[in-house]
Each structure stands twice: as C-alpha cells, then as structure tokens.
C-alpha cells in the first residue's frame, strides 16, 4: 500500500509559478506520475519521475515549463510549474506505480495509487 498526499494548488496568474508536492507514506514506489485534469476532459498524463535513478518524462504541453523532482528522503515528489497558461487549469493528481521496469507511464492504468488531486488555476 501506497498513500499519497498533494498539497500547493492554489489560484495563479498566467505567467506564474506554483510547486506541487506529493508526500508518498508506506511502500516505496517504483515510479510516481502526475496527472492532471480539467473539467470535460480526460485525464491528461503530465510529468513521471522514477524513484531510485534520474529518469523523467513530461508531456508535450509542458515539457521547458515544468520540472518533476523527488526527495528520497522526504518521500516527496514535486513538481515545479513556471509559466503557467490558463489552459493548466485541471485537477493535479499524483499517482505511484509498485512494479519495477518498463511501462507505459503516459496511461493512468499503469499506476497503481492516486492521490486525492489539488486544483490549480490560472488566471488570464
């Protein structure tokens, strides 16, 4: 078992920044994601990090703008969000994923715990 935690969502100005952190209590992942979504669309995948070497992915829409990190030792994984557009506004959610190698870390389905999610919007 996995809990995870969001917290630092908030209201923003386009152009601004905001750090998402998900705090990770129990089993040790093997990946954590961060989702997002906005009202009438699915669920978007946004940034994946693995726990124990320095891989990441992002999604087209926010890769230069977004930075997924981690603190091991804090069981924390972050993500920093600059230059914010309204169309970041969603629903950010952190996922953890147990098994170890490849997967397919875009698909929601290859995660295996989620977080209650934290809203973000930005403002125009």
């Known amino acids: 078992q996995v809990q995870l935690v969001e917290s630092g969502g908030g209201l923003v100005q386009a152009g601004g920044s905001l750090r998402l952190s998900c705090a990770a209590s129990?089993?040790?992942?093997?990946?954590m994601g961060w989702f997002r979504q906005a009202p009438g669309k699915a669920r978007a995948f946004v940034a994946a990090?693995?726990?124990?070497?320095?891989?990441?992915y992002y999604g087209d829409s926010v890769k230069g703008r977004f930075t997924i990190s981690r603190d091991n030792a804090k069981n924390t994984v972050y993500l920093q969000m600059n230059s914010l557009k309204p169309e970041d506004t969603a629903v950010y959610s952190c996922?953890?994923?147990?098994?170890?190698?490849?997967?397919?870390?875009?698909?929601?389905?290859?995660?295996?715990?989620w977080g209650q999610g934290t809203q973000v919007t930005v403002s125009s």
């Open positions: 990090i693995w726990w124990d070497v320095d891989i990441t």
């Open positions: 129990g089993r040790t992942p093997f990946a």
């Open positions: 996922a953890a994923r147990t098994l170890s190698g490849l997967y397919h870390y875009t698909i929601p389905d290859d995660y295996h715990y």
